[in-house]
């Protein structure tokens, strides 16, 4: 793995109805078959592998991710652009102020067996 720190950091804008400056801080340079792991303080992890075919992006949505505190969510912003967001438990309220401002439309939840298995559905593969 290779850090190589942005000082000072570049900082932009983003959001559209709450505008927020992001302080873009580095970047990480990983291998094949390496992992960087971020932590919040409140102890929730988040997992990125890289392959040589790409990245894993998350660790499991319905399992290890879940076990670490944060929940996958599939939105889509008001210019039809997706994401997934990983929303800290006990912290959906905040999301939910956060989406309405931001109009994001939640697709689904990606957290549970169960919505992974409506999910599967509603594509056809099960």
């Known amino acids: ?9 570049r900082q932009y804008a983003a959001g559209f109805e709450h505008k927020v400056t ?5 970047r ?8 960087v792991t971020l932590v919040t303080d409140d102890g929730a992890e988040y997992d990125v592998t890289r392959k040589n ?6 660790p499991s949505l319905n399992g290890r991710l879940a076990a670490f505190g944060l929940r996958g969510v ?9 994401f ?3 929303v800290a438990r006990g ?3 905040d999301f939910e102020q956060y989406s309405a401002e ?8 990606l957290d549970t067996d169960q919505d992974c298995r409506r999910l599967e559905e509603a594509l056809g593969v099960r």
């Open 53 to 58: 075919w790409g990245f894993y992006a998350t």
């Open 74 to 82: 599939l939105v889509k912003n008001r210019q039809d652009r997706l």
């Open 22 to 26: 992001i302080a873009d801080c580095g």
């Open 1 to 9: 793995m290779k850090y190589t720190p942005l000082t000072p950091p």
């Open 91 to 93: 912290r959906e309220k």
């Open 102 to 109: 931001e109009r994001l439309t939640v697709l689904t939840w």
């Open 84 to 86: 997934v967001l990983l």
């Open 28 to 35: 990480l340079e990983l291998d094949p078959d390496e992992q």
